[in-house]
Each structure stands twice: as C-alpha cells, then as structure tokens.
C-alpha cells in the first residue's frame, strides 16, 4: 500500500522556501508602497477579483482543461486529463483536476502568482496570458495545488500549496513585519489571496492517489 505520511513528508524544503518567499515579497512590496504613495498590491487585487475574474465567468473548467493540456508534451498524443468532482465532500462539494504532464516548475509557479506573466508564447499551446487561472475564484476562495518535483516522481514532492485565507495573512504580517499593529488587516484588504501562496504540509488521501 502507498504509504501516505511518507507523501506528505516528501514536500522539499526548497519548494516550501520558494513558496513563503514570494508570500512575503507581495507583503513587503506593499509596505514599499505605501511610504511611497504606490498602492501598486491594490490595483493588482482589483484586477484580479473585479476584472479578470468577471471576464472569466463561466470559463472556469474550460481554463483547467486549457491548463491540463498546456502542461503536456506537444509532440505526443498520450496524454491524460481527469476531473472529479466529489459533490458530498465538505461543505460545498470539492473538484479535483489533474493531469499528467510536467510538474510545475520554478517558473511555472512565478507565473501563477503574478498576472499576465506566463512563460508561454502565443504559438506554445492554448493558453498564454497567464490571466485564465484566476478564474478559479469563481469556484473556491482558496485553491490548493500538487506537483511533483520531477517528472519521475511518483509522488507530490514539489510545488504544493494554496492560496491565503483570512487567518493566512496574520501570519504573514507578523513574519514581514513583527510587532506592526493593523498590518493583517492592511495586508487582507490591499493583497489579493491569489498573490499570496501558503506551503501545504500535508497530501489529502485522494490527492495523493493522483500521483
């Protein structure tokens, strides 16, 4: 049987580095912001949640599967896509989509917290905005995400994470910013939670049985 603590103790160290330090970077890029007069994390959160994801609506499942096949080598016709959506699970229903193409890399996952900068080129596949996966937000407030490291593992030992929660950015004000009074507030209300991922520690059981 698949030993599953062992999955979820696999997670890298360097990924959940990574991770944390783009966190932070947004919350300190904000603070430059605001002794400058640039409320730059603002305007991107207004992009996000008021004009990508209206103009996304409806295209969620559609942006997943353009994912799913982007991840994929162009040059084979093996590949494989699967969305499950366990409507009796949790408060609301959960949808699992996943396929099996190359892991998120470093640069993958740079290009799922910023807006318009994805690695792909018009002529790379479907997608090449880097704008259609915010569309998730229309379906969870906080979107979780499995990789592996390497296109061999068998396992998610890479990129996993989710993206912030109310609780989330408490956290992260007191790692930027120690003592500060009102920054979680500040941060909750001029950072959009698709800007700020949060390293997973564990693999749900279903999760894990995608690898």
Request: glycine share 8%; charged share 30%; net charge negative.
């Amino acid at each position: 049987e698949t030993d599953l603590p062992n999955l979820a103790s696999s997670v890298g160290a360097r990924f959940r580095e990574r991770i944390v330090a783009e966190a932070d970077s947004v919350a300190r890029l904000y603070l430059s912001g605001k002794d400058l007069g640039q409320p730059a994390t603002r305007e991107q959160k207004e992009i996000i949640e008021g004009i990508l994801a209206a103009d996304y609506e409806g295209r969620t499942l559609v942006e997943l599967l353009q994912n799913g096949h982007d991840a994929h080598d162009p040059d084979r016709n093996d590949g494989m896509l699967e969305f499950w959506l366990r409507e009796t699970e949790g408060d609301h229903g959960v949808l699992y989509v996943a396929n099996a193409g190359e892991p998120l890399s470093d640069e993958n996952f740079t290009s799922l917290c910023r807006i318009a900068m994805s690695p792909k080129r018009p002529d790379q596949g479907i997608g090449n905005k880097g704008v259609g996966f915010k569309s998730v937000l229309q379906l969870s407030e906080a979107p979780e995400i499995y990789s592996a490291a390497d296109v061999r593992s068998e396992r998610f030992d890479g990129y996993c994470f989710r993206f912030a929660l109310h609780e989330d950015y408490d956290t992260l004000a007191a790692r930027v910013a120690p003592g500060q009074l009102g920054l979680p507030e500040e941060l909750r209300e001029n950072i959009a939670n698709l800007k700020v991922p949060v390293p997973l520690e564990s693999i749900p059981e279903d999760v894990a049985s995608f690898a």
